[in-house]
C-alpha cells in the first residue's frame, strides 16, 4: 500500500519545521521506501507497518504542542509494490508518448 500523509502541530505558532522534520526522520528511519515533497510524505509498506509509522510521526510532532493535525491518503493495493516510483514512472512515460504525437 502506499499512504500519503502530512502532520503538523496546530496552535503552535507560524512555523512548523521543526516538528514535521521530527516526523520525516521517522519516517526516514522506518526502512520503509518513502517520498517527500513540499505538502506530503508518501510511504510504501504493508498496512500494519505504515500505519505503525504513521503513528510514530504523529507522535513525535505531538511532542511540539498539545494538538496534531494529520490529513492521510491510502492506495490499497495487495500484490503490488514498487508502486512509490512505479506510479511516477508510467506518468512520465505517458507524458513523453503526448509530446511525441
Not at 65 to 81: E, M
Request: glycine content about 8%; overall charge negative; some cysteine.
Amino acid at each position: 500500500m502506499l499512504i500519503a500523509f502530512s502532520v503538523a502541530p496546530s496552535g503552535t505558532g507560524e512555523s512548523v519545521s521543526e516538528a514535521v522534520a521530527d516526523a520525516v526522520a521517522v519516517v526516514r528511519a522506518s526502512g520503509l521506501p518513502n517520498s517527500t515533497d513540499s505538502m506530503f510524505t508518501t510511504i510504501e509498506g504493508e498496512w500494519d507497518e505504515c500505519m505503525d509509522v504513521v503513528k510514530r510521526a504523529c507522535e513525535a510532532v505531538g511532542r511540539h504542542g498539545h494538538r496534531v493535525s494529520l490529513v492521510l491518503k491510502a492506495d490499497i493495493r495487495p500484490g503490488h509494490t514498487g508502486e512509490i516510483t512505479g506510479k511516477v514512472d508510467r506518468l512520465e512515460a505517458a507524458l513523453a508518448r503526448k509530446a511525441d504525437q
